[in-house]
Structure formats: structure tokens, C-alpha cells
């Protein structure tokens, strides 16, 4: 008998570098056929210019550009998360900097040209979530020195 | 329902990026059915600099037209194509006959909308003519005459580059500018004809005789504007060496390299690694001359066509590592040999007919405040974005930025009560009001779905993403 119900199971590792336990929420998920088969849900918060905290669970393998854009979150991506723009520029939380691969010169290119670069800034399109990044969190920052955060109210 | 809440009718001159951002965001961020923009766009064509002035081996920049396709499609956006706001040719030469404006007074424009955002961009080159001798010499070019040429700019379809001169190109200026002139003189023609690169450029490319490229600036490498994509582009380019700047110029700029902004680091890593190819090995090179400024093209004997370039020798003054150091002439002066050349020192704006006293040359744009026309009189309504409005420099995420700036400016005010509410009529009252006098085919967008299906369709007959109509008549041929 199947339902569409989805369990949430919440269950606590140890993280063996870090000695620090981490959460990971795990769907499992009863398909139609009768399967049960288990998507991992990565929980990212997104920092927007406001200093609002959104708490997102995606799927490992997105990218942080379209991760927000389903969430409406104020980043535009002008080249279509082709590594070609810097405006998918997010700032990452240092504890979790080094967790993703490191930039590729092409990305190192287009993060020359983000205004208000960091030392733990990237392209938020060429970010992809793996379980080690479980509980990322992101900064959205300021677009130019004018933009107000008033500008960025959703009305 | 009935709806007491103020309107607000927005016009937005200019079709590239600057225009469609701005359009954007305003649609976006209004309330619901409270906001129309209008877009005139003085071609048949939109999309601007995004069209004709990416290059064609960049396609993944021209994303951004998806969103632009997206704005097009809001009922309260009216693309007005074909129409040129402006009372009077601007003071440029068309270079063609391909080409013939719609003028309509900006006058005109000011009566039917609550606000005015003007993103036309720059439309030519900054004027050397008075310290440089020869431009008029068969084989100069400006750099953004050639741009248009290959991008299938009408204005720009009679240029006729004569790359066939000779094996030596200059091309004057550290921009991204130069670089793409660079780059496509350098690549293999062949890497190039899957693009939206027009056939007659194809053709003119394939009898390309250039060798050798020199890269010439008027500062140092600390000072120049290129980026480091275009520079990587160049070092792993198939076949094409880079020959380096000497050790004893680079050392004095080295020494200090912690000092130097991250952007510049980088770029010395890239000139210091060089080419892909061997030097020894490479057909065709590449090289960056710094601290020349150009005098004069020469001829050779008895003819007008270029075979050298003059340049005096210039020394930084001042802090060596410093973006807005400035150079003196040392007296010295440097030849190079020249078969074809390219002038790519920036461009021009230019003010509409009427908006003169709001016009600063010195900084090369339209006096504003975040976007908002300012210090001159009569200036309510008029907004800007883009290139008119922070000068003709910027990729097109900065373009965004600005353009959202606009946007936020133009909805405050309208918030404040200061535009809007004035019943205006838009497009239907420049219409009336044109009455007789417009005689010509304005261009709607689903016109210009037309022209884009048409010129995709041309494309794939000859293995291309695209084949551009370049003329304006050829262009509405496929609306009749």
C-alpha cells in the first residue's frame, strides 16, 4: 500500500573532522511503484541584504544560483548561470569555504570583476551542494555602494 | 473594480541592456497594472550592445536576452522599434547607407509620458583627430567600426577592413575592447564560423593576413582596463604565441606585487605563464606595449595607405602601482610597423537635441544623481541608465546594477507623488500627435519575433547560430 505521505527522519552523525555532530534530514520517500528510496536534503540559509535568515532544504547537486531563484530570492544570474557574469556573487559563511572545490580560473575570472569581493566569495552558479556542505550558510551582498535595502522590498 | 490609484507611463530609449534592466526591474517592483513602459529602439533590431557589440565567440553573454525576451512579454511593455528619439541626427556621420533614422523629437515624447529614461548608450568614438595624424589613412580603423562590421551593425556594413594589408596590426587601447579586435584577428577563421559572426566577415576573415598583433597602451600594465578572461582568451588561443614585455619593464611593477588589488595579481600571473603555444613554435603572435601614445599613422612613400605608426614614449608619474596615475611624455619617440590599425580609446556620448545644458563632456555622460537627471532646468521626468549615465565603460552586470539603481530612483519618485498621475497616453498620444508625419514601419516585437525567426532560419541553412540581416530595408523585407 503506497502513500504519498514522505517521512522525515532526522538522525545525528558524528562528524570525525570536525569532532561536531551534524544533522542530516534525510526524505524517504514512498514512490508510487512501492519503492522506498531516500533523497538527501541539504539545508542551506540564505542571508539576504536585509539580514533576513532563509532556511532552505535543497537536493544535492544544485547550484546555489538556481536554489534561489526557486526561492525568490533577490540574485539574478544575467548569463544564465553560464559562468560568464558576476552577478550570482554570494559570500560564504569561512566555516564552510573550504568544504567546496576551489575555484576554477574561469570562476576566479568573473569574481574579479564582483563588486564588494571577498576572500570567501563565489559564483553562486558554479556552487553545487554535497552533503559536506549539510547547513551552508550564504550572504547575499550589496550590489553597488547606491542600492538601498529598502530598494530590494518585495511589494 | 474601478482603480483610483495613479498611473504611471514610463518611455525607455534604448533597446541593450541598460533599457531592458531598467524595464525590468520597474515592472517588477511596481504594483500590478499600475505601470507601462514603453521601449523605442531607433533599429529594427533590440538588444544593443548585446547584439552588436559581444563578440560572436561569446555567446553565453548574450543570456541575458532571455530575460529581456521575458520583459517583452509583460502586457504593459510596448517595444517601439524602428523609431529614433531624437529631433535631429546626433553629431555622427552614418558610415552607410544601410540605415536611415526615424526621428521623433524627444519634445514630443516629454508630453505623452510621466518619466523619461534615456539608455542610448554612446554612439561613437572619442575624437583623436586633433593629436593623432593619419587617421584618415586606408587601414585605420576605429575599433568600434570594426566591432559593429563583424557584429552586422547597419551603419557599419561599407567598412571593408582591409586585413589583407599586411602580416603587422596595431590596435591602440587596453580595453576588452581592443582585446576582442585582437582575438578575432588572431583566431582561425574556421573557430568562428559556427558563430553569429556575419558571412561577410567570414569572408573578408578568411583572407586575413595578420601575424602579428601589437597591443598598444598608453600607461602601464597596472593601469590597463582589459580583464583577465580576455587576456587568458589571447594566452591559450590555438597556435598564437605571446611575446612577453621585457624583464627589466616588468621588474620595477613586480617587486611591489603584494601591494597590487587582486584583479592585477592575477593579470601578472597570466602575462608572466604566457602563451600556450611556443613562441619559437607559433605562426601568429601576440604582444602588450605599454607606456606608447600614438601621434601619427604614416604612410609609405606615394601612397595613402598606413605602413607605420608613431608613437611618443610615455613614463608614469607617480605611484607605478596606482590605477589613476598619470603618464609625461619623455621626449623619446617609437615607430612600430603598421599594415592595418585600430583605434580603440574609448568611446563618445553624445546629449539628445535639447538636453545640451544637462550634457558634462568632461565626464562623458548626462549630469544625474543615482539615475535622476539633474542640474539643469526642466528636467522633471527625465531619468537615466547605462552608459549615458555613468560613461561608456562597464560590463553588462554593471549595466544591470546601474539599471536597478534607475529603476528605484524613477518608483520613489512616484511613490512621492513627484511623477505619475497625469493621465499621460503614451505611445497612442505620440501617435496622434505624429499623425502624417510617421510614414514609416514601426517595428512591434512580435515584428522582431519575425526578423529573429528569420534570421535563426537563414543560420541553420549554413550551419550557424544565426545569419543577421545587416540592413535595415533587408529586415522589415520579412515583415511585408
Known sequence: MCYADVLTVIFTTRNLVKSMSSHIVALIVCRPEGLMTCDLRIHVTFITREGDQVHIDAAEGDNLLDIAQAHDLDMEGACGGSCACSTCHVIVDPEFYDLIPEPDDDENDMLDLAFGLTETSRLGCQVKLTKELDGLRVALPQMTRNLQAKDFEKR | ?480
Open chain 2, 1 to 480: 473594480m474601478s482603480n483610483q490609484r495613479a498611473k504611471l507611463r514610463v518611455a525607455v530609449v534604448g533597446s541593450g541592456p541598460a533599457g531592458f534592466y531598467t524595464a525590468y526591474r520597474i515592472l517588477e517592483k511596481a504594483p500590478s497594472g499600475i505601470v507601462t513602459v514603453d521601449m523605442y529602439e531607433k533599429l529594427p533590431v533590440p538588444y544593443g550592445l548585446a547584439r552588436f557589440g559581444v563578440a560572436p565567440d561569446h555567446p553565453e553573454v548574450k543570456n541575458c536576452e532571455e530575460k529581456f525576451e521575458e520583459v517583452a512579454q509583460s502586457p504593459y511593455f510596448t517595444f517601439i522599434g524602428n523609431t529614433m528619439v531624437g529631433a535631429q541626427p546626433l553629431a555622427v556621420p552614418s558610415h552607410s547607407q544601410s540605415f536611415q533614422p526615424n526621428h521623433v523629437p524627444l519634445s514630443i515624447l516629454r508630453q505623452h509620458y510621466d518619466a523619461i529614461v534615456l539608455s542610448y548608450g554612446a554612439d561613437s568614438d572619442k575624437d583623436l583627430s586633433s593629436s593623432v595624424k593619419g587617421l584618415e589613412l586606408a587601414g585605420v580603423y576605429s575599433a568600434r567600426a570594426f566591432v559593429g562590421w563583424y557584429n552586422g551593425h547597419p551603419e557599419f556594413q561599407d567598412l571593408d577592413p582591409d586585413v589583407m594589408a599586411g602580416e603587422e596590426a596595431v590596435v591602440v587601447g587596453h580595453g576588452n575592447v581592443a582585446l576582442d579586435v585582437a582575438r578575432i584577428l588572431l583566431t582561425d577563421v574556421d573557430a568562428l564560423r559556427k558563430t553569429d559572426i556575419t558571412e561577410a566577415a567570414i569572408a573578408k576573415l578568411s583572407e586575413n593576413k595578420v601575424k602579428r598583433v601589437r597591443i598598444v597602451g598608453r600607461r602601464g600594465p597596472t593601469q590597463a582596463s582589459f580583464t583577465n578572461k580576455e587576456v587568458r582568451e589571447l594566452m591559450t588561443l590555438n597556435g598564437v604565441g605571446f611575446i612577453p614585455p621585457e624583464a627589466e619593464f616588468m621588474s620595477p611593477f613586480l617587486e611591489n606585487g603584494s601591494k597590487l588589488g587582486r584583479p592585477t595579481k592575477r593579470l601578472f600571473q597570466l602575462l608572466q605563464r604566457g602563451s600556450t603555444a611556443s613562441v619559437a613554435d607559433a605562426i601568429k603572435h601576440f604582444s602588450f606595449d605599454f607606456l606608447l601614445s600614438p601621434t601619427s599613422f604614416v604612410p609609405s612613400e606615394g601612397s595613402s595607405h598606413v605602413a607605420r605608426a608613431k608613437f611618443d614614449v610615455m613614463q608614469l608619474q607617480g605611484d607605478i602601482l596606482s590605477k589613476d596615475t598619470r603618464v609625461k611624455s619623455t621626449g623619446d619617440f617609437k615607430e612600430l610597423p603598421c599594415n592595418v590599425g585600430f583605434m580603440s580609446v574609448g568611446y563618445k556620448t553624445h546629449p539628445l537635441a535639447g538636453l545640451e545644458d544637462v550634457y558634462n563632456d568632461g565626464a562623458n555622460h548626462l549630469n544625474n544623481e543615482g539615475g535622476k537627471v539633474c542640474a539643469g532646468i526642466n528636467v522633471k521626468g527625465l531619468y537615466v541608465a547605462g552608459w549615458i549615465k555613468r560613461g561608456p565603460a562597464g560590463v553588462i552586470a554593471e549595466t544591470m546594477y546601474d539599471s536597478f539603481e534607475t529603476a528605484s530612483v524613477v518608483l520613489s519618485d512616484f511613490e512621492d507623488g513627484e511623477i505619475g498621475g497625469k493621465s499621460c497616453d503614451g505611445w497612442e498620444g505620440v501617435k496622434a500627435e505624429l499623425g502624417d508625419k510617421l510614414d514609416w514601419k514601426v517595428v512591434s516585437w512580435s515584428d522582431w519575433q519575425r526578423i529573429d525567426k528569420a534570421e535563426k532560419e537563414r543560420g541553420s541553412k549554413i550551419g550557424k547560430e544565426r545569419e543577421k540581416f545587416t540592413n535595415q530595408k533587408d529586415m522589415l523585407a520579412v515583415l511585408e
